[in-house]
């Protein structure tokens, strides 16, 4: 079905691994010490956005004087804690092992790189990747292109003959602006 892309990058969190109600509750968790609270509506738009980005909107939006990156450190700990019990691959990691061994693949995600790699290392699938883009691999995060683009240059493959995996705006974007073909795993 994707024989004629060279490579294949897969968006991670709501692509290929079920997670996002766990990052849900992990905000709950950790905004409920603070009295803060989450609108869980808006902050939709902000998937594929680094952590920290978001954890700026929920202070905003709070009136909080916290520091977005601490929060966003809390968070992840959290997140990590419990995603290492519950995470569950989505569908679409079945194209992921049928394309195994037949062309590389990568995950560009917004998540930090090591809990890209724990997650997949937990799940038994991280080997089936040449590489891995975190939110802190890159200077310019989604909808940017540098995610992407940078996983095609791991797998040492032009960006016009890759496809991209994504369930977000902020990733459908960076991967048009990469010059990928994309696939909005939404419409699937």
């Not at 897969?10 to 950790?30: C, N, S, Y």
């Not at 990691?93 to 790699?117: I, L």
Request: proline share 5%; charged share 25%; with cysteine.
């Amino acid at each position: 079905m994707y024989d004629q892309y060279d490579a294949l990058i897969f968006d991670m969190d709501g692509t290929i691994l079920d997670t996002e109600p766990t990052h849900r509750k992990a905000w709950r968790q950790v905004l409920a010490r603070y009295g803060m609270t989450l609108d869980e509506a808006r902050i939709v738009g902000f998937n594929g956005a680094p952590t920290w980005r978001l954890a700026q909107f929920i202070i905003e939006t709070n009136q909080s004087s916290h520091d977005p990156h601490l929060l966003a450190a809390e968070k992840t700990a959290a997140v990590k804690a419990m995603l290492l019990e519950n995470v569950q691959p989505l569908p679409l990691m079945e194209v992921v092992k049928a394309y195994h061994g037949r062309r590389p693949m990568a995950v560009g995600t917004g998540s930090e790189h090591s809990m890209a790699d724990a997650l997949l290392t937990q799940l038994g699938v991280r080997e089936l990747f040449s590489a891995v883009v975190g939110a802190d691999d890159v200077q310019r995060h989604k909808p940017e292109p540098d995610t992407f683009l940078r996983c095609a240059e791991l797998m040492g493959v032009a960006p016009e003959r890759c496809v991209v995996f994504e369930d977000a705006d902020f990733g459908v974007q960076a991967a048009k602006a990469a010059g990928m073909d994309v696939v909005d795993v939404r419409l699937l």
